[in-house]
């Protein structure tokens, strides 16, 4: 199975700063259709995980653009250009690419 | 709107069964491939099972095969996740998700708590 590393685990950020997550995966998600099928997730306490980016930079519906999704060759990288105390959660990236899917650790963040 | 939800979650007994449903609504559900996600308490997410759109094909994590069956009624817009042989490791909130490899449609989840 393909491995997800998720770091780091917390991130402690200040409300208006930046913060990055990182993603790195065990082998290519290059699929053969051309895609790259890394997803990252939001799961804010007590919700259902909510899909934030698709296909590694892709924002889904109503997500606001200050997160943003990249790659560079099996690392992969959510950012969050100016924190808001509603990003406060866990943050989990996934590959679809190849059987089973895989989930990473996960990432809490949280407001100094 | 675009809606999962899930239930049949419960409390049974170690090597008890239960099955799970997911109602669907919003969309053709026939037209998409369904997967069942865990987590427990505290822990992260795990991919449990997922069906193609005519239910011809299922996959499982290995430490539920043989144990779980994945099905659908794609003319009642619904997905089942049948657990036999629980054990107190499949304890978790189960979600059941839409499209395996992108997951973007989640329910509420639903709660199985296996303990004696």
């Keep these: ?71 560079s060759g099996t690392d992969f990288t959510l950012k969050i250009s100016r924190v808001e105390a509603e990003d406060v959660g866990v943050y989990y990236c996934m590959q679809g690419t190849h059987w089973p899917p895989t989930f990473g650790g996960g990432t809490k963040v949280e407001i100094k | 709107e675009v809606q999962l939800v899930e239930s049949g979650g419960g409390l049974v007994q170690p090597g008890g069964s239960l099955r799970l449903s997911c109602a669907a609504s919003g969309f053709t559900f026939s ?46 817009s619904s997905l089942y996740l049948q657990m036999n042989s629980l054990r107190i490791e499949d304890t978790a909130v189960y979600y059941c998700a839409r499209d395996p490899r992108a997951l973007p449609i989640w329910g509420q989840g639903t709660v199985v708590t296996v303990s004696s």
């Excluded at chain 1, 895609?35 to 889904?60: A, C, E």
């Excluded at chain 2, 094909?57 to 290995?62: G, M």
């Design chain 1, 1 to 71: 199975d393909v491995v997800m590393t998720q770091s780091p685990l917390s991130l402690p950020v200040t409300l208006g700063q930046p913060a990055s997550i990182s993603c790195r995966s065990s082998q290519s998600l290059g699929h053969s259709d051309g895609n790259t099928y890394l997803n990252w997730f939001q799961q804010r306490p007590g919700q259902s995980p909510r899909r934030l980016i698709y296909k590694v930079s892709n924002r889904d519906s109503g997500v606001p653009d200050r997160f943003s999704g990249s790659a």
């Design chain 2, 31 to 76: 037209n998409y491939h369904m997967a069942w996600v865990r987590q427990a308490a505290g822990k992260g997410l795990e991919w449990v099972a997922n069906i193609n759109h005519d239910g011809s094909d299922q996959y499982f994590v290995d430490s539920v095969k043989g144990r779980f069956t994945i099905s659908r009624d794609n003319a009642k």
